[in-house]
C-alpha cells in the first residue's frame, strides 16, 4: 500500500508462528494419530483473516481491529490446545450432551430480553466484552445431536409413508423434530437472528439423514424452515429489508439512496474479475460497517479475485471433507455422528455466509469461519477443530493386537498345542496327537503314507509351548 513492508510484521509473524508451533507440539504428544491436515489448514485460514483485517485497518486508521484479532486467536489456540489435552476420550461428552444442549438454550435466550445490537438480538455485553452464545451453542447442539440420534436413530429409520418418491417418517417421530424447529423458530422471532434457525436446523436435518439414509426427513427439514422463515421475512423489518436486497441488490440506487452493502459487495467481485486487484488494492471498504466482519469475504473477492475465492473454498471443502472421513473410520454411532456434524456445522457456515455475500440467499449476519472478526466465531471454530482433531486420533489409532489363545488338545501332553485351520474337528485333532507320540517304525510310516497331502499339512501346524 506504501512501497515499504509494515514495521510490526514480525510481531505478528512470529505471535501468529508461535501459537502455531504450540499447538503443533500438543498435537504430537496427545494426538499424534490425528488427521495432519487440519490444524496447518486452520492456521493458514486464521492466518489470512488476521492479514486481511491488519489490510483494512490501515484504510480505516480510527478503527483497528487487528491487535483485539491477534488476542482472540491466542485464546482461541490455548482452548484448541485445552481439549487436544484434557479431552482423553471424546465419549465423555456423550454423558453431558443433554446438560450442554439445555444450558446452551438457556444462554441463547437471554439476548432476547437485551436491546438490540444493529439490529439483532445475538450479543450479551458484559462491560467492554461481548460475545454470541449462538457461536458456543452450535457445538454444543452438535454434541446432542449427535448422542440422541445415536440413541434413536433405529425409531426414527422405520417407514411411514411413501408419497410418490419420499418415504415420510412416522407421525410419532415427528415429535422431537418439531420441538427443534419451535425452538429455533422462537429465536428467530425473538430475536432476528434468521442465520442462526439456518445453521442450526439445517445441521439437524443432515445429522439426521445421515442417521437414518431417508430422504423424507430432508423434505419435511426445508418445509418446517420455510414455514418458519416466510412470516419473518414478510413482517419483521430487519429481516424484511435483507430480502428485499437479495431480490433487487440494486434498489437503493434507483430509490436515490446510494448503493447498499450487497450492491457495494457485488461492485467489490466485478471489480476483483478472475485475478483480483491484488492485496491492498481494492476499494471494499466502502462497504463501511462490518467490512471486517460480515462482509470480509468482499475483501478477499476484490483483491485475490476469483481463482482466490476456490483456492479459499478448497481450503473449507478439505477440512470437511476429513471430518466425513473421519466419520466413516469411526466404529461407535456417537462418534460418527459427531464428526459428520461438526464437518457439516463448518459446511453449513460457509455456505451461509458466501452465499449471503454473494446474493445467493439473503444475508445472515454470521461471520465466516476464522477469516471474520469476532472473538466468539474464531474460538468457537478452534474448539471444532480441537475435536476433529481427537476424532481423528481416535479413528486412526492402531488398535491393540487380539492375544490368541493357544489351548492344548484332548488326549497330547500338556506342553503341546495343535494351531488347527478352519474345518478341523476333535477326531482330526486328537489323530495329529497320537502320530507325535508314536514310534519312527514301519507301521507308523505307513500309517502316514495313507494319510495323504492334507493330514500331512495339519501336522507341520502343530505348535510345541514349552512348559511353564
Not at 121 to 134: A, D, E, M, R, T
Not at 149 to 166: F, N, P, V, Y
Amino acid at each position: 500500500m506504501d512501497g515499504r513492508v509494515p514495521s510490526d510484521t514480525l510481531r505478528y509473524g512470529l505471535g501468529l508462528g508461535g501459537l502455531a508451533l504450540l499447538a503443533h507440539l500438543a498435537v504430537r504428544r496427545w494426538a499424534r494419530y490425528a488427521d495432519p491436515l487440519l490444524l496447518p489448514i486452520a492456521v493458514l485460514l486464521n492466518g489470512l483473516g488476521l492479514v486481511v483485517i491488519y489490510r483494512l485497518d490501515r484504510s480505516t486508521p480510527n478503527d483497528s481491529t487487528a491487535p483485539t484479532q491477534l488476542i482472540w486467536s491466542m485464546v482461541g489456540v490455548g482452548l484448541f490446545i485445552a481439549v487436544v489435552v484434557l479431552l482423553r476420550d471424546y465419549r465423555v461428552l456423550q454423558r453431558y450432551a443433554y446438560v450442554l444442549a439445555l444450558s446452551t438454550l438457556l444462554l441463547m435466550i437471554i439476548p432476547a430480553f437485551l436491546p438490540a445490537v444493529y439490529g439483532a438480538k445475538i450479543w450479551i455485553k458484559i462491560g467492554p466484552l461481548s460475545f454470541q452464545p449462538g457461536e458456543i451453542a452450535k457445538i454444543a447442539l452438535a454434541i446432542f445431536f449427535a448422542s440422541y440420534l445415536a440413541q434413536h436413530r433405529d425409531a426414527l429409520a422405520l417407514t411411514g409413508r411413501r408419497i410418490w418418491r419420499l418415504e415420510l417418517p412416522r407421525g410419532r417421530n415427528l415429535g422431537p423434530i418439531l420441538l427443534i424447529w419451535l425452538i429455533g423458530a422462537v429465536i428467530l422471532f425473538l430475536e432476528q437472528d434468521l442465520g442462526t434457525l439456518l445453521i442450526f436446523f439445517g445441521l439437524f436435518v443432515v445429522m439426521l439423514y445421515v442417521a437414518t439414509a431417508r430422504t423424507g426427513w430432508i423434505a419435511v427439514g426445508l418445509l418446517l424452515v420455510g414455514v418458519a422463515v416466510v412470516p419473518v421475512a414478510l413482517w419483521e423489518p430487519h429481516v424484511h429489508v435483507r430480502f428485499l436486497d437479495w431480490l433487487d441488490p440494486m434498489r437503493t440506487i434507483r430509490l436515490g439512496q446510494g448503493p447498499s452493502q450487497l450492491a457495494q459487495s457485488m461492485f467489490a467481485f466485478a471489480a476483483g474479475g478472475l485475478l483480483g486487484t491484488g492485496l491492498g488494492l481494492g476499494h471494499s471498504y466502502l462497504i463501511g460497517f462490518a467490512v471486517k466482519s460480515d462482509w470480509i469475504l468482499a475483501t478477499f473477492g476484490e483483491e485475490i479475485g476469483l481463482v482466490g475465492l476456490a483456492a479459499l473454498f478448497l481450503l473449507y471443502a478439505i477440512v470437511v471433507v476429513r471430518g466425513y472421513r473421519i466419520g466413516r473410520e469411526l466404529r461407535d454411532p456417537f462418534g460418527r455422528l459427531l464428526a459428520i456434524g461438526l464437518a457439516s456445522l463448518l459446511a453449513l457456515q460457509v455456505f451461509v455466509v458466501a452465499g449471503g455475500v454473494t446474493d445467493l440467499i439473503p444475508l445472515t449476519g454470521m461471520t465466516m469461519p476464522f477469516l471474520a472478526q469476532g472473538g466468539s466465531s474464531l474460538v468457537t471454530n478452534w474448539i471444532l477443530i480441537a475435536l476433529l482433531v481427537k476424532l481423528g486420533d481416535a479413528a486412526r489409532r492402531p488398535r491393540p493386537p487380539v492375544p490368541q489363545l493357544i489351548t492344548p488338545p484332548p488326549g497330547t501332553d500338556a506342553g503341546v498345542a495343535s494351531r488347527t485351520g478352519p474345518g478341523r474337528d476333535d477326531n482330526d485333532r486328537d489323530d495329529a496327537g497320537r502320530d507325535a507320540d508314536r514310534d519312527d517304525g514301519s507301521e507308523g510310516e505307513r500309517a502316514d503314507e495313507d494319510r495323504g497331502d492334507d493330514e500331512a499339512r495339519d501336522d507341520d501346524e502343530t505348535l510345541a509351548v514349552p512348559h511353564a
